[in-house]
Structures are given as C-alpha cells and as structure tokens.
C-alpha cells in the first residue's frame, strides 16, 4: 500500500513559461524511456519478485521513488505551460519567436489537458504497457533496468541542452544525478547476483550444455565491412569465461531451402500444380502448333 | 543494399504440426524482445552509427544474421500448422487433447495468414516500432542490445520446455546458442568502448560535474523493507569508481508543495476563488443566522 | 512524493491456483477501466487540479489508494499462477479440465512474465495513455472517474460469478466495496462542485448564450424506431433547469451539399474538368457517328 | 440499415483556409472524445441493448446523428487546407504568420490524406476501438456518454477560442447545442432509468448485500492533504441513500505482506535459497579464514 | 447526413449459439479488413472526393452500405453469445467440447462487453484509423477497395468452412456475393477511370518523364532462386504500354558507402576520433615495446 | 538467408540539411505505406508462398531490394538533420525561416534518435505490423502490394515536389522509378496468375455457386447522389465475364429487425421488463388517481 505527501521530491520551478519545452518534456514523462516506463517496470518487478529480502526491497524502494518522477515532471509541464498562447491564431503572428511557439506546440495539452501533462511522448504517442519488461529473472530485468537508466539520461542530458531556464536546469540537474545514481545502482545489483551465486553471465544460466555449442561462440560475417573481426568480440576468450570467440568469415547457410507446405484447402492460399501444369500444357500445344 | 539465398540459416523442420505451439512461437517473431526488434534495432543501429570500422562493421553483420532468424521462425510456423484443425468447430470435438488445440489456436494464423506466422505476439498484439532503440550513443544502445538478446535467451529457454518435438527443440538449441554468442558479443563490445576510450560507465559520459552530485550516490529508502541496505548498492564505491553509495534511511522530499498554476480562462479549468468566497460567504452566513 | 508498505491494502490469497481465472483477471488490472486507468487517471487529475484545497486533496487520497490495487491484483495473479501447466503440451492432453486450462491460458504471462501480471488487458492489449483524462475541468473529469467506477465495478461483478475460489472473492468482495463508495464519492463530489457554485450542470459551463440556442434541446429523430419520444428527453425541462426539451420528428439537415474543394495540383488528387470533357466529347462523337 | 443524403446537418463553410486550425480540429473527429468514438460507442450500444423499446431507439436517434457529425467535420477541414502551404519549404520562408504555419501543420494531412482529414487526433495518433465502451449496462453506459458529451463540449469550446473565422465559429456553434443536448439527453435518460425502476444508483445494482459492507464507505486518507475530510464525501449520506459516509483519517493497511510463490522452474525466475546460502557460507568462510 | 432503420440489409440469425465463432467472427468486424474498415475507408473517401457526380455518389452508396454491414454482424454475434458460458470454471469442465469453448472463447466479450461484439479483431486487437486509407487520388484508392474486398471475401471465405450453423452460413452467403459485387465494382471503377481520362496505369500519373526512366522497368535479381525471370514481369511490354522490362540479373549498388554525419555534440552520439587514436596509440606503443 | 554490402542501391545525398524535410521523409520509412510496410510484407508473402519458382523467387528478389530502400531512406534522413537546431529555444528565434524549423522539427529524430531516423511515420507514430497482409492467396496479395506501390508513389511524388534540394530530388527519381516498375511488376503478376490458371478474377476463386448469387451484382442506391447509375459498375457484364451489373435504385432492406437476445443474468445488462411493468403500473395508477 502506498502513502503520498504533496511536497515534491525536488523543486520544479522554471523561471518562465515555455511551451515548446513543455512538448518536448513529454518524452521524459510518457516516452519508451520516461519516468512512467521506470514506474510501472520496477512496481512490477517488485511485486513479482521471488526472492524475499535485500533484491525485493531495493527494487520497492526505487519503484516507489519513481512515481514521485513523474509528479515533478508533470508539475513541471503545467507550470511551463502557465499562459501559452493556445488561442493565438497562426495568422495574426508577428514575430518569429511567437511563430515557433505556434507552430511547436503540442495541441493536445491545451485542447484536450487543459493546460497540463499528458501521459504520452513528445510525438503525442501515449505510453503503453509493452514498453516495460517483469520477466522474473532479475539478471535480465536488471539489464534491462541499467538499460533505461541510460537511455533516460542520455535523454534528460539531450534536454539539458535544449533550455537556458535555470529552473528548468535546476530540476534536470537533480535529475541526472539521479540517473546516474541508478545506473551505478543496478549495475552493483547485477554484480550482486554473481556475489551470491544466484545468476551468472549468461542470461539464463542453464541450457548451456544443451544447446549447439558449436555455434555459441562464432561473429557471423554477413556484411561486407572489413573490421568486425578487430574487436574483443571476433577472437579471445567471452566475458562468460566459457567460450572462446570465433570469426565466421564466410558463413554459409546450414539449414535446407525456406519453404512452406501445402496448404489446407478451406484455406486458399494460391497452390496449383494443375494450374501449373495447364499452363504448361498449352505452352507445349502452342509450340507444337 | 542485400542480398538473400533461399536456404536458411538453420534448419526449420518439426517432426509434426503443432498448432498451439505455432501460437507461443509468435512470441519470438513479433514480441518486444522477439527477433523483429533486434533485426531492425540492430538496423538502424548500423545506419545511425557514427564511427566507420569495426563497431559499425560488427553491428551489420549481426543486423543481417537477425533477418534470417525472422526467416527461420516464419517457415517454423508454416510447418507447424500444417493440418491445424482451423476448421474443426468446437461443439464436434470429442477429444481433450483436439479441444486444447481448438481453445488455444491463434486464430488470426488461419484467417489472416492463411496458415502462416504473422508479425505480432503470441497475443497477437502487432510488433510496433517503439521497440527499438537506436539512440546514437553505443554504450547505451549496447546495453539494450544485452537486454534484448537476455530477454530473447530466456524466453527462448521458456519455450524450449515447451515442446517435445525432436526438430523444434533441434532449431532451438541453435537459437539459443546463438543467443548465448550475442549475449557475450555484446558485453565485449561494451567492454570495448571502454578500452577504446570512447564511452566509460555513466551513459552520457558527460555532465557528471554540472549535475547535482550530492545526489548522485544514495539509495533513498521509501519503501518499508527493512533489507535494502544489505546489497552492495547502499555502500562501497559504486561500479563507476567515482560515486560512494550511500543510504537514505529517512528521506525527506527537498521540494515545496506540487501545484499547477492558474489557468487560462479559455481552457476552463475549474478554478474559481469567487465560488469558494461564495460558499464561505454562504456558510458564514448560515451560522450567524 | 510516495511512500510504500510491503503489506497489502487487503489480502490477496487465492485458495488454489486458477490459470485461466488469471488471465480473464487481467483485464481488472490493464484494461481500460482497470486499475492502471484510475490510478493514472487520478495521479493525472490531482497533480493538474487548479484549486488547492479539499477537491485536489481528496483526489490525491483516492489516486494513492488505486496504486495499491494494482499492486493487490498482481500479487493475486501471480499467486493463480502457482503452478500453472505451461509447459503442457496440447497433445498430451487427457482430461477435460486441463484442456480448458492449456486453451485458455495467457501464453505471455508465462512466456514474458515468467508466471506473472502483465500491464495488459484480458485480451493481452498493453494499457496505454489514451485511456485516462486529466482535462483540468472538475466537473468534466468527476464524470469520466463516476464512469470509470462504475465500469470497473461492472467488470468485477462479472469476474465474481466466474470463480468459486473463496480466497479470490473475498478479495473481490472488497474490491466491489471500493467501487461502491468510490461511485458515491465521485457522485458526492459532482453536487459538491455545485454547491460549491464552481461547476453547474453543462459542461463547461461558458458559451450556453453564444452557442446556437434553437439547436441546443431537440431530439433528432433519425432512426426509424417509433419510442424514442416516449422517454423524459423528449419533453418538459431538461436536467439543467434551462432547455425545454423538443422532439424534431422529421428532421432535414439543414447544411449544404458536402464537398471538399479543389485540390492542390502536387498532391495528385483526382480531379480533372478535362477528362471529364475529353470523355463527355467521345462519347458525343460516338453518337453522331 | 442506413441511407444517407449528401446535405450536411450544419453548414460547414470556413471563410479562409487555415491549415493550423485543420490540425487542431482533428481532435474533434479522431481523439479519444471526438466524434468518432460517440458514433461507434452509441452505435455499438444500441445494437447491443437489450431492451427493446424507447431506450434502443432514443440510442440509435442519436447514434445515427453523430455519423454526420463526422462528416460535417471532416467536410470542415478539407476546406480549411484548400491552399494549404504543403510544398512551401521551412528556408525559404520570409514571414513569420507562414513560419507559424509551415511549422504547425499536419503533414499526414498533406502526404496521406491529399488535402483531407484523417481518422486521427491533433497528435496524429489514429482513432482506435478502445476508446468505446457498450457493455450493456445502460446506467454505465450512459454515464460513459454523459462523460463524452462534456469532455467534446469542453475541447470544443477550447477550438471555439482558438479559431477567429466566422464560418468556423457558427459551425462550432451548432456543435456546442448539440454537445449541451447530449448531455441533458443523457442526463435525462438516467433519471428514467431509475424512474423506470430497472437501474438504481450503483452499478451494477446487485452484489450490495455480499460485498464488504464496512469497506463500502470510507474515504482513506492516504495523502497529507489536510482538507480532504471537509467535503460532502467525508460524511453524512452517501447518494444511493444507503450508506453513511466515513473518514478513515490514519489508515492502516488490511492485508499481509505482498509476495510472489515459489517460480516453476523451467520460467527461470531468479530464486535460490542455495544460492543464498552458498554466498552466506563463503562469507562465513571468509570470516573464518 | 444519415437515416437509419432498424431493419437489417440481411437476416442474421444463427440456429444455435456458438461462443467459440463469435469470437471468429470479430475478425469481420474490427479486423483490418473487416466491415469497420471499409465503411471508414469509404466514407472518407466520399466526403474526400474531388469530382461531383458518379465517382462520389457510388463511393457513398457503397459506404452507406457497409455501416450496415457492421450492424448485420454485431447483431449475429450477439446471437451467437446466447447463453455462453461465461462463468464456467475451467476446472469443473468434464466434456471435452465444452473445454474446446471454455479455452476458445473471447473473454473480453463477456467482461467488456457484457455478451455481446466489439470494436476489435479475432486477437482482441481493436481496430483503429491507420487501417484505412483516403488519399484523394482515385486509382490509389481504389485499388485499395479492390484489395479490401478481396481479403474480407477471403476471410469471409474461411470463416464459411469453419462453421455447420445454416443461420450462420446463410448471413455469410450474402455477405460472400456482396464481396463478389464490390471486387467486380472496383475492377470496372479504375476501368472508367481510364475510359475518362482522369487516370491512367501508374499512379500518379505524372512524373514518368522526370523520374530516372533507365530504372523504371528491370527487375534485380536479389535473391538466389532460379526461376524470377521466367515470368511476364521479366521481359516484354510492361502493363503500361510504356516500358520494356528487363531482368537484371547481377545487380550492382549504384551508391556509395551507407554513413551517417557527424553528430552534434548535444546528441552525445557515440563519435570520437580522439579515442581512436588514443586506442591506436596504446597498441603501437604496446607493439613497440 | 541475408547477405549485405555497405554500398547504398542508389545515392542518398543531399546537398543541404533540412530538418522539416527529415521529418516529413519520415513517412516514407515507417508510415503505413512506407519501406518498412513493402519490405515486411514481401519478406512474409515470400516466406509464406505456397508454389515453388517463379513467384515466390520474385517476391523474394523484390522482398530483399525493399530493405535496402529503408536503408537509402534513413541514411538520407541522418544527412539532413546534420547541423539541425535542436538545442535553439524557440524565445530566440529571430528568423522566420528558423520559426518554421524550430515548430516543424521531429523532436524524437533528436531526443531519441540522436540525429537518425525513426521506424515512425511523420506524426512520430511507430510502424506496426498489422500494417502488413501476407494472406497465402497471391491473387489478393498482389492487389494489396499493387496498392502499396501505387500509395507509395503518390506519397513520394507529393513529398517529391515539398524539396528543392538536388540531392534528395536525385533520390527520390530513382525512388519513383522503382515504384513505377513495382506497380508493373505486379499488375503483370496479376495477368499472369489468371494465365497460369492458378486464380482468375474473384478472390478466392471458389464459393461463386454456393453464395446468394442474386445479390453478387446490385449496387444498392443508398445515398441521394443522382449519378451513381451512370459509371460502368451500374450496367453491363462485370469484369469477371460472370455477372451482369443491375441497379437497386430504390433499397429495401432484407432482414429482420436487428436485436439482441436476453442477456445472461451475471452479465448485468440492462433489461427487466419487471421494472418496465412496476414503472406502467405506477402510471396507470397515478392516472386512475
């Protein structure tokens, strides 16, 4: 269960109103790497954890710390947004400045938000569900969780660059802090599994044996760039410690011609040998005549 | 530019149909971790990268490995619904083993692929271009690239217990294994940037001194478990080498109270200091009478 | 800013695993009147509410229990789960009850979730940010929360009759105690806006002179069915006090002929008076000839 | 069946093109309240009504008049690009009222549509079937409409302001009446729902007895806003006349910890008390040594 | 503008209800060639139409004509959920077509929509606004009817096999022969599109003599199959009366290497010549010692 | 299985950056006609084709070439975001024509992409894979790739004329030739399937005996257009040779009225024809009063 007090984790102040941020801010709210991304992604791993203790608590910690997120970033949008001139008319514009406001808008934060955030990214797209990943193994999800750290703070950095508001700065400053605490962390907790002997390298840590091992190890040459057999990945041992890196350099299919079998008749697809062979027949009639 | 030969990269042959599973298969073709997402993340990896050489050459070739997965898949499933009892009705089945069949069918396979692999899920949501990153930035985009080949191992190893069949399993442990490579191949690559001094730890490798970095180092505890300072993240030098985890045992939120600002009147936000007077005035007016 | 407990809302323990019942539940937590929606819809409307006060706070109490809801149903969900038959295969099938089980199952709440909730609906649709509305306009909003309450407490009516599982209705029997108060809290809090004088009966309440008056209270009687001037929208007042209803029996539109202009000659639309011509004097040759 | 006369039901003549304006106005006929979704929910509902009589036919009055809404609004937009600046480039212009333009037009508008609208919002994201409900349970869904209808009135009279062109504003003047009928209309039909006896206040009207009776109507307070308790939700009577409104002001979690089972072992969920245990015993080791 | 009776185009009585086929069935309804699609499709292209007169006027016959397409099988569907058994329990199922029904059914037609059809495909996918295309160009578009007609006739066609119900295949008979009318409509429509003049064999029909005509007619040879040039496409006039084909059966790149520019520096693209040479330095150094 | 080479099919230069260009090309890479939709749906036909030889070895052949026109389109677009302003405030523009670049810019090209191209159309919603349709039956597949070539051309002849830079002018010839040859390509396919004899006219070429024949030729009258007797489709032999076309001028509908049955009680549909009595006997009685 949850508890909510109305103070902000941190101030989300900008200094003035600037509506063509506050459409691009959208990305960091409801965009495939935003705050409700990071939200709904560790709620969930949280919830499905399998592992009582240090693993669970961490992930809940860090869950409940992100729906705060989205509340700056939201309180932030509105603010941004105080006075946008969402009735001016394109037609009466004159001056370059109002122009690109005008015409950056985003519509629906004042037609259909009122003045406010939208759960959706800085194309207007909403935010969905497929966007997170809760697969129960926490090696995978970890990545995937250092994975969006990342990409948030490569985003946010972009953002950054995008605003002189000192506000605005301010509040992305405790931001990145945050994103770069948060890579760090799961970073250490992906470290942590290997420590306690839960997860290994390889995701998962089973099937090893099983699958073709023949094929485990080698870079498949298929494009014509000369370099790929230049990196760690093409000779020397793999980070699992467990294969030794080959270089494919001209791979050939091993698998027989791609194709599909007859179809069911009720089905029709386009198959016909009579067809084919009627075909041929009055070729061979033609011919002849 | 491409080019393609008919045979296929491995062999894709099941010992007998087996339409419920052609339904899980989708999983791996059209899912958000499935082979259509590292097939064109992989792409536009490739076409976005910015240094020529070997990561650009490396990213090519495994781009163009991945197209032929979706190849191998395709053709899996054909074979899989060959016979599918698409038109059997489910009041004449007399079996339990058929009405599983019947029950648990995509069937979109049949009225729409007409006995083919579709590009969606193994619910049949539609694989969408929010699934892939290609962000510009390599460290970050090598991180979702582990992700995704984690992700697809896992989901590979669910469905290879899945089955019984000989030639399904065959494929499998092809898959696999080759999942098994990329898992490697791209933390090598990562392990890479870093030797080659073009990316380090923190995803962007930049602004680490602008942002707030009193910040940047502790886990705040908002959740009532009482284990998340036992893991290696709530103390020690964080895996950048530059940060000290610390432990926020009692957060308390650094901003003031969240509020958006008063509307615009156009926008007919409810907002209304008269109302409020009014039914004061009301109130007041109550009790005195 | 959020805080956390590990202890539910209210117990979630079914008596015994119920795959199917897992997947139909989906719906309660992704689907669009689930409870991802009100949580978001509420976050959204609370952190956007341009009245500080009793209106913003009792929305932000609300919006903080629906977290716990979601976190209720997939606790829930993975506990249905217990043992789910995934890897049965359909041909091994003997019995009945199984077959239902392995026809019915949500494949990717294996497959994905590693046998748990998905932020999905019953149709394993993702949840998305289309669903919710945060207009800024109480009145507007306090209508979609009464529906959204109401739709909720529908779908959990329905899925009460389709299990016997004592533990899954006892969790429902207080879910269904939710939406009741929260129907009359959404209903109590639209007479309050009224009480209030901040809201009236017409959403929003502007324009009621400028609109089209003439146009604003008759029934258009555009479908044959010979009752629909049988109900209390045909006649006497409207519930805003300030129309009398009407009934156009045989209505005529009242617009021109609809038609789109010409187009612009680098789009390619098809227009051409020549062509039209060109035929027209063919077919006149055609004639005389 | 439907038959159709090219006349529209309101005029729909803009004095002047104005491409900006035709953006925005796709809010109106593909957003999530626009008209799209009042013609396919009331359609849907009136095919699915399951009393014959004035209800059913009242729907379907209505429901065959929003299909010319669509139609009158899109008719609207085709006009507003006539001449449109689609192949004006962003260098080569001087003016900063076609800056505005250029800047803020629908380029699908153009590229797709040739000059007309789409079945998209002003964001460009299309309409989609989610958006409608028709469950079958009229008070529910009336609520539904009654929601719809006041969310279109608002973005409409949010349109209404930013638009200064006379033909423009009378057709938005039609819309609005219509938009404030439909809600009377709606209102007025649950009034006769409950008039008529066959629903009551709750929905659905059934289960009140077997839910949790003592869960059904209190307000808990889980946000430290300090006003929450001061509205007419927090005490007193609720609407249905049937249970006595409550405030729990220091609420308490009812259920036990959140937690997930034990994992199936072939879903690879990360869980391993040996694996705990492995790491404990080394440290112990560790100690020791 | 549109009237409407309530009198179906065609009967559509099932004899026996038939979950499991209403489920089917949704895929003519909301899939992406189901009946939504080409009443949208239709009536945006009607109200699109540049020329008056017989083009639009058919267009908007036909397009009245499926919104009753639509009803006919929502109305079916509704039948064929007569007395499904929606709240039988999966585990107390013991007959082996009920298990077929209780795995097959579509779950959200029950908990949604309360018994009766949706706006979704047979995958529960709904249906939305890119299905569908008006472009304002009348051979594009209609060809894209002809197409449309073809695959919903094809999919009618396979539901046709999948059911005994004489109801059932009466209503889809009728359906069949309209798909046959419109196949046949739009083949004799782009037919007098050319009979007139306004369009010809390629659209659009300008630019042929600006394009590079040298590609305009060979085909590359890019896969390794043996038989692509032994078909019409290969040599020979092409349809247009206006090219030779040609095969080419070696093909060449005619471009240059793929690259992308240098990034801006606020992108944090991953791009460091510095760090390459640091790197080459290294091994030279460690070459040389 | 694919091979790949660096080198582009054809040149992608342009000779200047243009930020609003690289947005608008968007379309062409992922919007529902775009490169991403051909390539996709020729890879899946071809996987899928059920005749050996010279079909499935040209679909196969066109399949490959479409991947390397997403390329061509994305590395175009990477070349015209060079230099692009992502980082000017709109409160700084000065110049109209920057005005219009800074309103007009995909502002996920830089946020997410980093300065590359997206898998998105122009209003920045992501390609998805209903977009496709690989049916089995070539006949309607063909019509449907007919339909995307010629969509496709009309798209780029619009975007064609939206540039004067020679470079993406050079491009987008090649591009248009290409198309003109694929619109060939399978209009020729189509002849030669009817000259195989494998599909004549009607899709699928089957059930033209069993369905309501006497409805298969009718254009049913259902607007008030007065031209729609006059085009080809209204009289005479259809295309197929097989039917005469006639004219409904005066529709009567079929069928029976639309309704749906009694619901099921655990539904809560709203029906009672209780309550419908209680309210008539309170009517009677209030009259006799």
Partial sequence: MFYHTKRLQYEAKPEQPDAV??????????GAWGEMTVTMQYLFQGWNCRIEGKYKDMIMDIATE??????MLSTMVARLLEGAPSDQTAKAVQDPAL?????GMDFQQAIVGGGGALPSDSNGYPWN??????SGNLLA??????????????????????????????MLK??????????????AA??????DGVEDTVVPDDLLDEEHREHASSLWHLSDGESSDQGG?????????????????????????????????????????????????????????
């Fill in 21 to 30: 941020y506050a459409h691009k801010l959208q990305e960091l709210i409801g």
């Fill in 66 to 71: 992100e729906i705060g997120h989205v509340e």
């Fill in 99 to 103: 122009a690109a406001v005008v015409g």
């Fill in 129 to 134: 569900g497929r966007y997170i990943i809760a």
């Fill in 141 to 170: 999800d970890f990545r995937a969780n250092l994975t969006a750290e990342a990409q948030g703070r490569l985003q946010t950095a972009r953002l950054y660059h995008m605003t002189d508001d000192p506000g605005v700065k301010d």
């Fill in 174 to 187: 405790f931001n990145l802090a945050r994103d770069t605490m948060h890579q760090n962390q799961w970073l």
């Fill in 190 to 195: 992906i470290e942590e599994l290997k420590k």
């Fill in 233 to 289: 990945w093409a000779g020397g041992t793999a980070p699992d410690g467990n294969h030794e890196f080959q270089y494919n350099a001209n791979p050939e299919p091993l698998g027989g011609m791609a194709s599909a079998p007859k179809p069911e008749d009720h089905l029709y697809a386009t198959y016909s040998e009579e067809g084919m062979l009627k075909k041929a027949a009055k070729q061979v009639k033609n011919t002849v005549t």
